[in-house]
């Protein structure tokens, strides 16, 4: 494999690896926040322990989702320093705000939370885990923000002179309509991860206790399990509205994304939805489809019959619209099997928590305690589904815009677009590929890490409180874990 090929996998393991964690951390925070909240109104024992169960695991994963971001920001300045260069005036203003705001906030916060049990009082202390809570979904709006100018750039134009990007209106790069149809899917969908994890977790501990020892102790893992389904419910309604509009919208923006997610190779007036395509799917776009009929033209247009392009006609409208510099044909079709079946695999992962949700809010209903083993072990099962579920969500995305790393706006400065074969930087293939090499076993040393930290502590379960302390006036700032 050549530069490009080594860069663009060194990039999608980094981000890919990064998106584990990082929608976990946005949702776990405020579930945390509200665990603190119940206890800080009913002063009852186990809301503490829960607060300080579920807190412990969310500084596991905040502090590896740190890690790994750090390591992917480099990655525009080593890898992809051409588009950097191109597009950096209007691509760092978010990242430099996500920076200094939302990352200052909530590492701050966090930290007061971390080491102020015993020495603020609980009102204030309360606040802090909120306020880290709000940086950190402030955080994932910035960086979403500069994400969505790769997907549709706008507040920007070329200065013909030095033939880079411009910025001309920060405030239409933070209301982009991408950032504003993506952050709701994100958050949403972060919320369903952290419910599901939540809801895995406690439906353990709840079987577990139900069926040992300590029954009594299955009292204090409910009400977090049934926070959690509810949770799971309302944001996995979420997840659904938000992603219809954001599906919308990207027929308009990057038809030929949407066209590959659907197998769409014509175009037409009541097009069919692709429920999955039987024989091989290349880029030729010739396969045979088990579909539902029209039903791709109203999810687009909101007719059944409403005209939605196709792959094939996209194709020559984009060739004749931008052309390449040296008259090279440009395929600008995307990996059609990719984006269609991580498409599919987004939603299918995704069904499994609505299925968790509705199982355990039966089994939990009149104050009931389950204590099947089989709910025990179903609920663990699909704690890693709505990760798979956001992680190939982002692959669709990404690899879905290909092969433009900054996508034209087909209502804005048609010369602000940028190929991905043009941002890469101009090194060797054997300094990407043993960068590539080392990151990948860094990063399996870390997940190896996460994974026993995890476990180790979800074994150990909520752990025991003591009487508050009375907070000197003088009293250090402690590790409460």
């Not at 997907?151 to 880079?164: C, D, E, M």
């Not at 979420?238 to 990057?254: C, E, N, P, Y």
């Not at 101009?426 to 076993?441: C, D, E, K, M, Q």
């Not at 399996?444 to 930290?453: E, I, R, S």
Request: charged share 15%; proline share 5%.
């Amino acid at each position: 494999m050549n530069a490009l090929d080594l860069s663009r996998w060194q990039f999608g393991i980094t981000t890919v690896y990064h998106f584990f964690f990082v929608p976990l951390t946005i949702g776990l925070a405020p579930l945390v926040a509200i665990l603190q909240t119940c206890w800080y109104r009913t002063g009852e024992e186990r809301w503490l322990r829960l607060t300080k169960f579920f807190g412990k695991l969310f500084l596991i994963n905040f502090a590896i989702g740190v890690v790994t971001g750090i390591v992917q920001e480099f990655q525009f300045g080593m890898n992809w320093s051409a588009y950097s260069r191109f597009v950096g005036d209007i691509f760092g203003a978010p990242l430099a705000m996500e920076g200094l705001a939302a990352f200052f906030i909530e590492s701050t916060f966090l930290g007061l939370w971390i080491f102020g049990w015993d020495r603020l009082p609980k009102g204030v202390h309360l606040a802090t885990i909120w306020l880290a809570a709000f940086g950190v979904n402030l955080s994932a709006y910035f960086i979403i923000a500069a994400n969505s100018f790769m997907q549709h750039p706008v507040g920007a134009s070329i200065n013909p002179s030095t033939h880079r990007a411009e910025l001309h209106s920060i405030a239409r790069v933070l209301t982009n309509p991408t950032t504003l149809a993506a952050f709701p899917h994100t958050v949403t969908a972060s919320f369903l991860t952290a419910g599901t994890f939540m809801a895995g977790i406690a439906g353990w501990w709840v079987v577990k206790a139900n069926r040992g020892a300590t029954p009594a102790e299955a009292a204090t893992y409910r009400p977090a399990l049934r926070l959690a389904l509810v949770v799971i419910l309302i944001s996995g309604l979420g997840v659904a509205i938000s992603g219809d509009a954001q599906a919308k919208l990207m027929f308009k923006q990057q038809p030929m994304k949407m066209a590959a997610a659907e197998a769409l190779c014509g175009s037409g007036k009541g097009a069919e939805f692709s429920l999955f395509a039987v024989g091989p799917l290349s880029n030729k776009c010739d396969l045979t489809n088990v579909s539902v009929p029209k039903l791709t033209s109203w999810l687009a247009t909101g007719d059944f019959d409403g005209q939605v392009s196709g792959v094939k006609d996209l194709q020559a409208d984009y060739a004749e619209k931008y052309p390449s510099a040296d008259g090279t044909p440009v395929d600008y079709k995307p990996i059609l099997a990719v984006t269609y079946w991580n498409f599919r695999m987004m939603i299918g992962f995704g069904v499994f928590s609505g299925l968790l949700a509705l199982l355990g809010l039966w089994l939990t209903r009149k104050k009931r305690t389950p204590s099947d083993v089989r709910f025990g072990r179903f609920a663990l099962w699909v704690i890693p589904t709505p990760f798979l579920a956001n992680v190939t969500g982002w692959i669709f995305t990404e690899m879905g815009r290909q092969p433009w790393i900054v996508a034209p706006n087909p209502t804005g400065d048609p010369s602000l677009r940028l190929l991905t074969a043009d941002g890469v930087s101009g090194l060797s293939a054997w300094n990407v590929a043993v960068s590539l090499v080392v990151f990948t076993l860094l990063y399996g040393v870390l997940a190896a890490v996460w994974f026993g930290l995890i476990r180790r502590y979800t074994a150990a379960g909520a752990p025991e409180v003591t009487a508050e302390a009375d907070a000197a006036e003088d009293a250090p700032l402690v590790f409460a874990y």
